[in-house]
């Protein structure tokens, strides 16, 4: 037998998920996470969940892994110190950057430029230029360049970026610079914006590569760590990594181009949540992942998430394919505070973390946290985890009363309903940010609710959305690994083409994406996937003539052939008018050229649920008593690992399993479906 392995790191837990490809079986695991070195929870977790499934781990074929290492990089601002060569005259492209202030009218008095990831002093200009359509203007000053590479060597760079002006229309000298970097500064790891982004405008462009250079040492050192462990644990199985468009890179591609892991974790839950709500037959959903530390939102169309051309993390914006995933600061340890100066209820961003966590842990935590308030209204039972974890109940009440009294409130309970509205609304905010401000209604999306905390909050959230059913699925704490495990191999390749469409034609761009196309495969060859396991995807930008920016236009072989660009224009008409409401009448133009190949996703079935009835009575393992609505009332406790397929859970009620908890609010009920998802909705239609 063979097994496929799951693994995604948390803030707070990190998650793993083996599938046995031959039966569909799974085993998870949970695991605290390791910030000061992920790999040690992975290894960790690695031995827990092959214990639990009693198999050696040499027995594991694949390794699908999910990981913040980038992110953290950036967020922490503990990259490596990057060198930058750019064209003579764009010395300050990093510090010019976009007139953009977030914020109100008077943000730019208050708001704290980032520094670029970049020094200025680290920075030095190559005597060369390259026009727009790739004719060399001035060629190379090498000898020059040589001096200065001496220079950055002096500084003691780590790592180095060379982005020229118009590389996108003429690679050479970035690739001659390429050369001599590694002639100068030898072993150190060279970024090309040519390779990484080969697209117009220069600031995006560079942006984006000294960020993949910034995060590069990290990400290469943990992978090389991470893949020799697992080497050592008699895992001879390949290593994949996770990217933020939701599909897998090899270690090489990972640790050449970790700019495209940024999004990594979150990706992996949008990637399990499309799977799993497949298998229930939903493919319009909104997706919301809610974890310790942070909660990520998304949505998906007709099965497929969304991509967004860009990833944004902390104050970094960079330009690269990313499931379009909005984060906010709410999770299970999310702090809940009175400032002396307003006396209004705040919770997050700050977060009790893993360590100490919340004060529920017993682990030293004080601060009261939205973990504590689920204790205090009851919709946590006493222990977690399988049992592995039992929480402090009083010391829960304890840390939500320094709230209650704050604010002068009479009991811990009110206070604790306080904390977990405000949080329904953060998250609320965030779910209508992908949908309502993207042009779709969330009424027509399901809400498919997971993360260590997720299921606790999702029948709340949907009475704010009105997006039924609430799709709860089996092991909602790991779906993350989930979507790690059930995804496949992609890359993509990518190139500038500015014409109108009346300067081009339908013959000269199916040419172009063909030649991308057969980039991008030739790349998953190289991960061995079959010819015949390949799916290619293309996307065009198009805007407006004059227009500043551009919009993705997802293109078929089928629409190249039937109708050719006016039928793209249409397209973009319509996705124009859906985003902002009017479409002009104004020539098209082309901007980007864009091909996506997909390997075959691998073939993992959802183990069935026996046959039951709608009483759900054998899997009621006592009472408890939660606070909704100002008072409290009687619910039933169910174990999940006991419902049978056809099940009806009416709430209030708690249902219990090894790693989430799902609340089932009053006049609604949870029926179970044939592969044990939970699907919430009113009792008037349940």
């Known amino acids: 037998m063979t097994y496929r392995l799951g693994v995604d790191v948390g803030g707070t837990f990190t998650d793993l998920l083996l599938i046995d490809e031959d039966t569909g079986a799974t085993h998870r695991a949970k695991t605290p996470s390791t910030p000061a070195d992920q790999s040690v929870g992975v290894l960790v977790g690695i031995d827990k969940v092959c214990s639990l499934a009693g198999i050696e781990p040499s027995a594991i074929d694949h390794v699908m892994h999910g990981t913040t290492v980038a992110t953290n990089a950036v967020l922490e601002g503990k990259g490596a110190t990057v060198g930058l060569v750019v064209t003579q005259g764009y010395k300050q492209v990093l510090q010019v950057a976009r007139s953009f202030v977030p914020g109100g009218l008077a943000a730019w008095i208050i708001w704290p430029k980032p520094e670029p990831l970049a020094a200025l002093e680290n920075t030095v200009e190559a005597v060369e230029r390259v026009d727009a359509r790739g004719e060399v203007v001035t060629a190379l000053d090498e000898d020059d360049l040589r001096t200065k590479l001496k220079y950055l060597r002096a500084q003691g760079v780590d790592a180095v970026t060379v982005a020229l002006i118009n590389s996108f229309a003429n690679t050479a000298h970035e690739q001659r610079i390429g050369e001599l970097v590694a002639e100068e500064i030898p072993g150190v790891p060279i970024s090309l914006s040519s390779v990484i982004l080969p697209e117009i405008r220069e600031y995006e462009r560079t942006l984006t590569t000294v960020a993949n250079s910034y995060v590069r040492p990290t990400v290469g050192r943990y992978l090389t760590n991470l893949e020799a462990a697992l080497r050592g644990k008699g895992i001879s199985g390949s290593l994949h990594v996770l990217r933020s468009d939701g599909g897998l890179a090899g270690v090489g591609a990972a640790t050449a181009a970790p700019v495209q892991l940024l999004m990594s974790g979150p990706a992996g839950g949008v990637s399990g949540a499309s799977w799993v709500a497949r298998q229930s037959g939903y493919s319009d959903l909104l997706t919301f992942d809610m974890g310790g530390t942070s909660t990520d939102v998304a949505l998906v169309q007709d099965g497929q998430p969304r991509i967004g051309r860009e990833t944004t993390v902390g104050s970094l914006n960079v330009r690269a394919s990313s499931v379009d995933v909005r984060t906010v600061g709410a999770g299970g340890g999310s702090i809940a505070h009175v400032p002396e100066l307003t006396k209004a209820l705040r919770v997050g961003p700050q977060s009790a973390g893993a360590e100490p966590g919340p004060a529920a842990y017993g682990r030293g935590g004080e601060a009261p946290t939205v973990t504590d308030a689920n204790v205090v209204l009851g919709y946590l039972p006493p222990s977690l985890v399988g049992g592995e974890m039992t929480l402090d109940v009083d010391a829960a009440r304890a840390a939500v009363q320094t709230v209650a009294d704050a604010i002068g409130l009479a009991d811990a309970e009110t206070a604790a309903a306080g904390i977990v509205d405000i949080v329904n609304e953060n998250m609320f905010g965030a779910l209508r940010l992908v949908s309502v401000q993207q042009g779709f209604d969330p009424r027509d999306f399901a809400l498919v609710a997971f993360g260590g905390a997720g299921p606790l909050h999702a029948n709340a959230l949907a009475k704010l959305l009105g997006s039924w059913p609430v799709i709860v699925p089996p092991s909602p704490g790991v779906l993350c690994a989930y979507g790690d495990a059930t995804t496949s191999l992609r890359d993509e390749s990518a190139r500038t083409f500015i014409r109108r469409f009346s300067e081009t034609s339908d013959t000269e761009v199916a040419e172009a994406l063909a030649e991308l196309a057969a980039e991008a495969q030739g790349r998953l060859d190289a991960e061995g996937v079959a010819r015949e396991d390949q799916t290619v995807t293309y996307t065009v930008d198009v805007r407006y003539h004059g227009q500043g920016f551009e919009v993705p ?134």
Do not use: C, K, Q
């Not at 008593?625 to 999940?640: E, H, M, Q």
């Open 553 to 686: 236009v997802p293109v078929d072989a089928a629409t190249l052939g039937d109708g050719g660009l006016a039928a793209v224009g249409a397209r973009f008409d319509t996705e124009h008018t859906r985003l902002f409401t009017f479409a002009l009448d104004a020539e098209h133009e082309l901007v980007n050229l864009r091909a996506v190949v997909t390997g075959r996703p691998p073939t993992v079935s959802a183990p069935e649920l026996p046959a039951g009835t709608a009483d759900a009575s054998a899997a009621r393992v006592g009472d408890t008593r939660v606070y909704v609505d100002g008072a409290w009332a009687d619910a039933g406790l169910y174990d999940r690992a006991l419902l049978a397929a056809g099940n009806v859970v009416t709430g209030p009620a708690v249902v219990t399993e090894m790693d989430s908890t799902t609340l089932i609010l009053p006049g609604h009920a949870g029926t179970v479906d044939a592969v044990g998802t939970i699907l919430i909705r009113p009792l008037d239609a349940a």
